[in-house]
């Protein structure tokens, strides 16, 4: 599964420099057909508003790959000698030296804010579903909440590749899933049945990212209730520990109200 999207996320990656690369070349036709009224300096300026482009709608490595071929075409096309990449006069290196620089420097700037952007809007968009999974594990009625419909819920409403929770019982941890890729799951059940030899206290699992798997244990007081295991390439560790916090609150209450172990 990850091999299939990190291939996918190339190939986007790859059309999207193919796209960018394939505007410079047509910027430098158009100033090279209207040379009347272009010169190098409008190419260099076009080229820099195709780099900022490819920074804003791509990432950092795709503008970069964008600066260095305009930077290329820059040189080609305009700096004597024309149609060669060789570069006989100094104030000319130290334009293609300038045009570089700023064009690298405004495709890092560039990128960089459209990722805080891009994490802002995440940031939004996970503070928005953790209100909406609050109201519901308040909402739902006890005799209803399971941790099967837990596991189940914060699979389909975060997004997860996995998820899980984990409660000891009868001298071993117990396994409540909800949907589960089957390679993931298989692996994940295998690793986890080391557990049976554990204590109580699994804060070491707090450290270990087996196939992405991130744990947070779901606590009332000192004591751990369950553990919940999640696998999720954008949910950040803060809000894996709010959704156990709150399935933790949860949880005590019905054991308060029932004086019961955490349903099954």
């Keep these: 599964m990850n091999f299939i999207r990190n291939h996918r996320n190339n190939l986007i990656r790859f059309g999207k ?14 100033t090279l ?35 260095l071929v305009a ?11 024309v149609g060669t990449f060789t570069i006989t006069a100094f104030p000319d290196w130290i334009s293609l030296a300038t045009f570089l620089l700023a064009s690298v420097i405004t495709s890092h700037l560039t990128a960089l804010a459209a990722e805080n952007r891009r994490k802002s809007n995440d940031l939004s ?11 519901w594990l308040l909402a739902e009625p006890q005799e209803q909440l399971t941790l099967t419909t837990i596991a189940q819920k ?3 409403m975060f997004s997860l590749e996995y998820c899980s929770i984990h409660v000891y019982g009868e001298g071993k941890w117990q396994h409540f899933s909800g949907t589960a890729a089957p ?8 690793r986890l049945r080391i557990l049976q ?9 707090a450290d270990e990212n087996m196939l992405g798997v991130r744990y ?14 999640v696998k999720s390439e954008t949910l950040p560790a803060e809000a894996i520990g709010t959704i156990a916090y709150m399935i933790g609150v949860q949880l005590s209450a019905i054991m308060v109200a029932e004086h019961k172990q955490p349903p099954t």
Excluded at 71 to 81: A, G, K
Excluded at 183 to 190: D, F, L, P, T
């Design 17 to 30: 420099i193919l796209g960018f690369a394939a505007a410079i070349l047509l910027a430098t036709k158009l």
């Design 33 to 67: 057909m209207f040379g009347s009224i272009a010169n190098a300096s409008t190419s260099a300026f076009s080229f820099l508003v195709i780099v900022l482009l490819s920074a804003f709608f791509g990432d950092l490595f795709v503008a970069i790959t964008t600066s």
């Design 71 to 81: 930077t290329l075409c820059f040189d080609y096309f305009y700096l004597p000698p």
């Design 125 to 135: 968009g996970t503070l928005a579903k953790l209100e909406e999974f609050g109201r």
């Design 154 to 156: 914060t699979l389909t």
């Design 183 to 190: 390679r993931i799951s298989e692996e994940v059940e295998n």
């Design 197 to 205: 030899d554990h204590s109580r206290n699994l804060s070491e699992l």
């Design 216 to 229: 947070a244990q779901i606590i009332k007081g000192s004591s751990t209730l369950a553990i919940l295991a």
